[in-house]
C-alpha cells in the first residue's frame, strides 16, 4: 500500500527524502493545520505534516518530536512461554538416540521436567535432516565422494528442511527459543511454467490466468445454457455467473478475456499503458500443456501462504536446541551398535573416542531412521524389527547453485518463489532473503523419489552438469555462465540417514505398535505421524514420547 504522495526518492546526497521534505517551500506552507488558541499542538502540527507529506512523514516528524522510535530495534526478543511442559519432575536418566530434530526436542523437553539426558549422535554435527551449508563446510557421502561448499560469506544452502508452515508447532519452538523469523516465498506470480509440451516457458500468473479462465468460461456457458438447471436455482445461475466473471476475467458473452492483464506484462504500465504479454493459446493448447499441477502447487493445508524460514538458516532451530540442551550432554561422533532391555533399564552399546562403549540409563527413546535402527542388534523382539522395515526410505536431492549476480531479481524481476516444471529438476527456487545483495544462492532441483533417483547415483559434476543443461531451458545460457559455485546433496547417500524421510505404504498395526514403547525403549521421528517429511513431525511425536515415558515414571514412583 502507497500514500497519496508516492515513494520516497533521493535527495542529492543519496538518502532517501519523504515527498514533504522535497516539496517547494509555498507547498508546505499552505497545507498547515489549523492552530488553537494557545497556539499550534503537536497533535494540529502532526495532521498538518501527514497532510502535506504522507504518513511517512507524519512518522518521521513523530520520531524528531520523541513521540515514535527513529528506527527499529534489531535485537528484539520475543516472548519465551512455552506452550508445552510436563507436569511434575521426574528422576530417571534417559538416553536419546539421534541428534536431529526429534532427538533433540525429546531431550529439550525431558531436561525442562528434570531428568538426566545423554544424546548420542552417530555424525560430527546436530540436526539430522536439518542442514544447513556454509563456506567452507565439508559435506560426505556414501561411497567416498566429499564436497566442500566455496560460497562466499553470508550466503548458506538449506540442504535439508527449508520452510515452515504457519501452523506448525516448528513457530512455537522458535518463539520460544528466541529464533527470529522471516517469510518464505512459497509461491510467486512472477515465476515460470514450463512442461515438456510448452514451447516456451510461461510466467506462472499467465499460466494460472489462461487456466482459470477457460475452466471460468466452460462452467458459465453450460450453465447458461441450462446444463446445470437440475443443481442450480435461477439465484444460483445468477451468482455463480457473478463468481465466475470475476474469477476467470470473463467478457460479456461468458468467454475469456484472451488479452487479460492478469496475464502480466512484457513493460509495466507507468507513464504509459504498458506492453502486455500477449494473448492467450486455445483452449486445446493450454490444456495440452498440463500446467494444471503446477498452478495448484499450494493449495494443500502445508503449503499455503504465509510460510516462514528462520533468519540466517534453518539450522539455528537446531543449534537454539542444542544450546538449551546443553552441548556436553550431546556425543557427536558415537554411532550406536546395540540396543537391550534389562530388567531395570536400558543398555546402548557405540563406538566413537576411544572405542567401543556403554551407555546405561533408565530409559531410551530412539530417534533414528527406523530403517537403520531395524538393522541394529536388540532384543525389542521380532515384531518390533518387522514394523520398523514397514516404512521405505525415500529419495530426496538438491542443489544450491551459487551467483555472484541476482540475475533472477536484475533480469527476471522474481523476488522469491519457485519455477515449477515437469523436468526432473522439479522445481527451482529462488531465495526469500537477501533481497538486492550482491550475489545470491538458488536452488536448482529439489526433486524426489523418481526424479531424486535419476541424480543420486551421479557425481556432484554430473549432478550440477545435468541441472544447469535442465534449468537452461527455462533461464537462458546465463543459468550456467554465470554460476559461482555448487553444492549438491542426495540423501540416501548421507551416513546415518540413508533417505530423506521414511514412507509408510499405509498406517496400519506397525505404525500404532512403535507408537507404545519397547520396554523401556520409545521410538520418536517425523515417520510415526502424519506429518512425514516435516520437523513439526518430529517435534510432534517427540512430545508424545516424553509425555508417555514422563507418565509412566510419576506413576512408578507414585
Known amino acids: 500500500m502507497s500514500d497519496e504522495t508516492g515513494p520516497a526518492r533521493p535527495d542529492a546526497s543519496g538518502t532517501a527524502a519523504t515527498a514533504a521534505e522535497t516539496a517547494p517551500p509555498e507547498t508546505a506552507s499552505t497545507k498547515t493545520a489549523p492552530a488553537t488558541g494557545a497556539g499550534l499542538t503537536r497533535r494540529a502540527l502532526l495532521v498538518g505534516v501527514g497532510a502535506a507529506g504522507g504518513a511517512g512523514a507524519m512518522f518521521a516528524a513523530m520520531g524528531a518530536l520523541g513521540l515514535a522510535p527513529e528506527s527499529q530495534d534489531r535485537d528484539f526478543t520475543p516472548p519465551r512461554h512455552s506452550d508445552f511442559s510436563l507436569t511434575g519432575r521426574g528422576a530417571a536418566k534417559v538416553v536419546v538416540l539421534g541428534a536431529g530434530v526429534a532427538g533433540l526436542t525429546c531431550a529439550y ?16 554435527r546436530v540436526g539430522g535432516r536439518n542442514l544447513t551449508l556454509r563456506a567452507g563446510d ?8 566429499t564436497q566442500t561448499a566455496a560460497f562466499e560469506e553470508g550466503i548458506y544452502f538449506n540442504a535439508g528442511a527449508a520452510r515452515i508452515a504457519a501452523w506448525m508447532v516448528t513457530m512455537d519452538y522458535c518463539r520460544e527459543l528466541g529464533v527470529p523469523v522471516e517469510i518464505f516465498v512459497n509461491n510467486n506470480a512472477s515465476a515460470y511454467v514450463y512442461t515438456q509440451d510448452m514451447s516456451a516457458p510461461l510466467r506462472a500468473r499467465a499460466a ?30 445468477e451468482r455463480l455467473a457473478e463468481f465466475l466473471r470475476r474469477f476467470g476475467d470473463l467478457g460479456p458473452d461468458l468467454a ?11 513493460t509495466y504500465p507507468g507513464v504509459g499503458e504498458g506492453v502486455s504479454v500477449g494473448t492467450a493459446s486455445s483452449l486445446r493448447d493450454v490444456l495440452a500443456a498440463n500446467t494444471g499441477r503446477y498452478v495448484t502447487m499450494d493449495f494443500g493445508y502445508d503449503q499455503v501462504m504465509p510460510m516462514f524460514q528462520p533468519v540466517g538458516g534453518m539450522d539455528t532451530i537446531t543449534d537454539a536446541l542444542a544450546d538449551a ?4 550432554r550431546i556425543r ?26 556403554v551407555v546405561r540409563a533408565d530409559y531410551c527413546v530412539a530417534t533414528l531412521p527406523p530403517h537403520l535402527f531395524a538393522r541394529l542388534p536388540h532384543n525389542l523382539g521380532t515384531p518390533v524389527t518387522a514394523a520398523l522395515r514397514t516404512p521405505v526410505p525415500v529419495s530426496a536431492g538438491k542443489i544450491g ?7 533472477w531479481e536484475i533480469d527476471d524481476r522474481i523476488y522469491g518463489g519457485a519455477s515449477e516444471t515437469d523436468l526432473d529438476i522439479t522445481h527451482i527456487w529462488y531465495p526469500s532473503h537477501g533481497f538486492h545483495s550482491r550475489g545470491g544462492l538458488v536452488v536448482g532441483y529439489y526433486n524426489v523419489e523418481e526424479n531424486a533417483e535419476a541424480y543420486t547415483g551421479l557425481s556432484h559434476r554430473e549432478r550440477r552438469n545435468r541441472a544447469l543443461t535442465q534449468g537452461k531451458k527455462i533461464h537462458g545460457e546465463k543459468y550456467r555462465a554465470e554460476l559461482r559455485s555448487s553444492v549438491s546433496i542426495a ?11 521414511a514412507s509408510w505404504p499405509s498406517f496400519d498395526a506397525a505404525f500404532d505398535l512403535l507408537q507404545r514403547p519397547a520396554g523401556r525403549v520409545y521410538f520418536a521421528g517425523d515417520w510415526l505421524t502424519h506429518l512425514t517429511a516435516w520437523q513439526a513431525g518430529a517435534m510432534e511425536s517427540a512430545r508424545r514420547a516424553v509425555t508417555d515415558l514422563h507418565r509412566r515414571v510419576l506413576q512408578a514412583t507414585s
Not at 475469456?256 to 502480466?264: F, H, I, K, V
Not at 540442551?325 to 556436553?328: E, I, K, L, Y
Open 332 to 357: 557427536t561422533g558415537t554411532p550406536v551398535t546395540g540396543v537391550r532391555n534389562l530388567p531395570d533399564g536400558v543398555e546402548v552399546t557405540h563406538r566413537g573416542g576411544t572405542g567401543e562403549g
Open 208 to 237: 494460472r490466468a489462461d487456466l482459470y479462465g477457460y475452466v471460468a468460461e466452460l462452467l458459465a456457458k453450460a450453465s447458461n445454457t441450462g446444463a446445470l438447471d437440475r443443481r442450480l436455482t435461477a439465484d444460483d445461475r
Open 491 to 501: 540423501w540416501r547417500r548421507q551416513p546415518y540417514i540413508e533417505g530423506g524421510w
Open 256 to 266: 475469456y478475456r484472451r488479452d487479460s492483464r492478469r496475464r502480466g506484462f512484457e
Open 109 to 124: 523437553e525431558l531436561g525442562k521436567a528434570g531428568y538426566d539426558c545423554t544424546v548420542l549422535e552417530a555424525s560430527g
Open 401 to 407: 547453485l551459487e551467483y555472484g549476480r541476482r540475475w
Open 138 to 145: 565439508r559435506l560426505d557421502e556414501l561411497g567416498g565422494e
Open 325 to 328: 540442551v546443553g552441548r556436553d
